[in-house]
């Protein structure tokens, strides 16, 4: 009756027949693989628990590492305020240095010393000469004041990363500390207790310094140290108190205050003790006598109390000098015999209080045991030296040594000889006979005369210092008058004798320490510098050495380079898991030809049916990757336990970072892809027929 779709002959030679290409979805793969995967739960579960051990043991091997790294990274954070980017006038370059001794050494093999010689010969080895020499020139010298200028600068690129404790400037202010101890004996904070002269320039030395015209003071008494100031430059910064516990009394509060700084058993060195005068040269001697003859020393002990009322004497160096009649300036030599002219308007140190480091502090910010208010009694220190007689005399002529009334570049031999003979005239006796046995020496040298240097000897020293007298007034030797201008009298410039007075600028520091507060700030503050030395003259580049960064990125490389050797022998795992899964393929390939057989006649090409193998290792590759990351992180709980218990760290921590444990899923999904491609492709090559009538 009716047709909604009818024939039509016309359309019937024009119609053309098109069949679409019969394709099988990855996701079809997918559920044909893990349909079959059901069906042996247990083969599976145990074939993906032998493909995550690998896994295991390299997410393990990483979580341990990534532990150590971030707990070295975190203590470098914790100690930033202890070991900041720190700059000095004078700097060792440790990079050079480090492979110094490698290339002289390669340098000597590569030197023939076979060919040519004989064997039977003795030849200078100057491998240690060459080391001397280039180490000496890899000292580099830092120019401060310009870097100065450039951190002063607000518009500084630098500045920005500059963290809350600012940046601190230290100078080489020249002082010494004198005490009395419990017997009234003058001790300088500086001596040696066992030495057998407890103070500086007696002896034989004494009159080589006199002569020379050197201070022999040193930048600073060794057992004192500048507290770190607030960013502004008023106030101790809470680096230092936040740091330590103060037991007794307060921090310093005025110039002439300082702290004495005890270790964690409230205890100080017996020497440190003699130093400061809080016990005698006999307590130490006992106690150092017993403890050689195999005995307990007696304890020592001192009350608060006892410590804070006594008293130190701080002299600036430009103090330890007197001037002469003639406008000259000597120095006190022996502060036992001129204690009243050395002690003459020093200034009167008091001990405010006694701090001891907190137990919960990883790093200490003082290192010796008095530390002084540095921003204080620093510019005290620096405005005294400014103010003082010596300092004054030596800037008003710089072309002349207020020691020595020379000048400090005579024009020629004459001038030496008659500045020579000008300083030996105003010795005193001693010194007048000290030289004259050093001109009998040299007689001796010259073969003049070896019996008047032997009555020289003995002879007094009033009488050996007219003997000098009558030499310079008749007959004076203008080459032995060289020879101790040269020896003795030379060497000084009007730079040298103002460090020795202890003169300090306030824009040439001796060191600059630079803080931050992250280092990501610290590492932009390396690279700013680096910026700098691109700006300015080799002469006025900036060199430094990070030693706390190349000590820990030392120890970083060494547990790096042990975490690859262990992944290394750890792979070896997944290459067993990748020929397991080549076989685990192989045996599903069997099982399954008849359904390869179906999938054939159903239309699926090659490559279809390699994608059905592929599947299944794809889900056995993910279960085995997502198994060994969760029976990891599950190992972490007891390991942390043992490592905590072990070490006593509770900061170091094993931890395993999500981006390696996806990393480590995908490595799993690739092995045992990868170990399916043979079994997968000879399956997709079967003939389907032959693989119908397979049983």
């Avoid at 400061?276 to 001697?285: F, M």
């Avoid at 050395?342 to 009167?348: I, P, S």
């Avoid at 290192?367 to 103010?387: C, F, I, P, R």
């Avoid at 931050?516 to 690279?527: L, P, V």
Wanted: with cysteine.
């Amino acid at each position: 009756m009716s047709d909604t779709n009818p024939y039509n002959d016309l359309d019937e030679s024009s119609a053309v027949v098109r069949h679409e290409k019969i394709s099988m979805s990855f996701s079809t793969a997918l559920s044909l693989s893990f349909n079959n995967l059901r069906t042996k739960k247990g083969r599976t579960l145990l074939t993906a628990f032998a493909g995550s051990i690998g896994i295991i043991g390299i997410a393990l091997i990483l979580s341990l590492s990534t532990g150590m790294n971030t707990y070295i990274a975190d203590v470098q954070k914790d100690t930033m305020s202890s070991y900041p980017i720190t700059i000095s006038s004078q700097t060792l370059d440790v990079s050079g240095v480090m492979g110094l001794r490698a290339e002289v050494i390669g340098e000597m093999k590569d030197k023939d010393t076979s060919g040519g010689t004989s064997r039977t010969q003795v030849f200078a080895d100057y491998s240690e000469l060459e080391m001397s020499e280039k180490m000496s020139s890899s000292i580099v010298e830092n120019d401060l004041t310009g870097f100065k200028k450039y951190l002063d600068d607000p518009d500084s690129e630098i500045n920005q990363y500059i963290g809350e404790n600012g940046i601190v400037y230290s100078y080489d202010v020249n002082f010494s500390v004198y005490s009395h101890d419990a017997d009234g004996n003058l001790i300088d904070s500086d001596s040696e207790p066992d030495s057998k002269s407890a103070m500086p320039g007696g002896g034989s030395a004494g009159i080589m310094s006199r002569l020379s015209g050197t201070g022999g003071g040193n930048a600073g008494a060794e057992n004192f140290s500048e507290l770190m100031v607030n960013a502004d430059g008023e106030g101790i910064s809470e680096v230092v108190t936040d740091g330590y516990d103060v037991l007794y009394g307060s921090w310093p509060k005025s110039y002439d205050e300082v702290v004495l700084v005890l270790d964690r058993n409230n205890a100080l060195p017996a020497k440190t003790l003699y130093q400061l005068g809080l016990i005698t040269k006999e307590q130490y001697t006992s106690a150092s006598e017993k403890i050689a003859n195999g005995e307990v020393a007696d304890e020592l002990s001192l009350s608060y109390d006892d410590i804070c009322a006594h008293e130190l004497y701080l002299v600036p160096a430009c103090d330890k000098y007197t001037e002469n009649e003639n406008g000259t300036f000597s120095l006190i030599e022996d502060a036992a015999l001129n204690e009243e002219e050395l002690l003459d308007g020093a200034l009167t140190l008091k001990i405010s209080g006694i701090i001891r480091p907190k137990d919960s502090s990883s790093a200490q910010s003082i290192s010796t045991a008095v530390a002084a208010y540095s921003s204080l009694l620093t510019g005290y220190v620096v405005d005294h030296t400014d103010a003082s007689a010596i300092i004054k005399a030596q800037e008003a002529d710089p072309s002349v040594n207020v020691l020595t009334g020379m000048s400090f570049e005579p024009a020629d031999d004459a001038a030496k000889a008659n500045d020579a003979k000008e300083y030996l005239s105003g010795l005193g006796i001693s010194e007048k006979a000290s030289f004259y046995k050093l001109m009998m020496y040299y007689a001796q040298n010259d073969g003049e005369s070896t019996a008047a240097a032997a009555s020289a000897a003995a002879m007094g020293e009033t009488a050996m210092a007219a003997a000098l007298d009558r030499w310079l007034a008749y007959s004076p030797d203008q080459d032995i008058l060289l020879k101790a201008y040269d020896e003795y009298l030379v060497g000084s410039t009007y730079e040298d004798n103002l460090k020795d007075f202890g003169k300090v600028s306030y824009d040439a520091p001796s060191s600059i320490s630079i803080y931050t507060d992250s280092f990501e700030n610290k590492d932009a503050i390396a690279a700013c510098i680096e910026d700098y030395n691109k700006t300015v003259g080799e002469d006025a580049q900036i060199a430094y050495t990070d030693y706390v960064a190349m000590l820990t990125s030392s120890i970083t490389t060494i547990i790096n380079g042990i975490s690859y050797v262990l992944i290394a022998f750890v792979a070896i795992s997944l290459v067993v898991s990748c020929i397991m899964i080549g076989i685990i393929t192989h045996i599903s390939v069997m099982e399954r030809t008849k359904e390869i057989g179906i999938l054939s006649a159903l239309g699926a090409s090659k490559r279809n049916i390699s994608q059905v193998f592929n599947a299944e290792t794809f889900i056995i590759g993910c279960c085995a990757g997502l198994l060994g990351i969760a029976v990891s992180w599950l190992a972490l709980f007891p390991i942390n336990a043992i490592i905590g218990k072990v070490s006593g760290l509770t900061d170091l921590t094993a931890q395993l970072p999500l981006q390696s444990s996806v990393i480590l899923i995908a490595i799993s999904i690739v092995i045992t892809i990868i170990g399916s491609l043979i079994p997968a492709k000879k399956a997709a090559n079967k003939d389907p027929v032959i693989a119908l009538r397979t049983e």
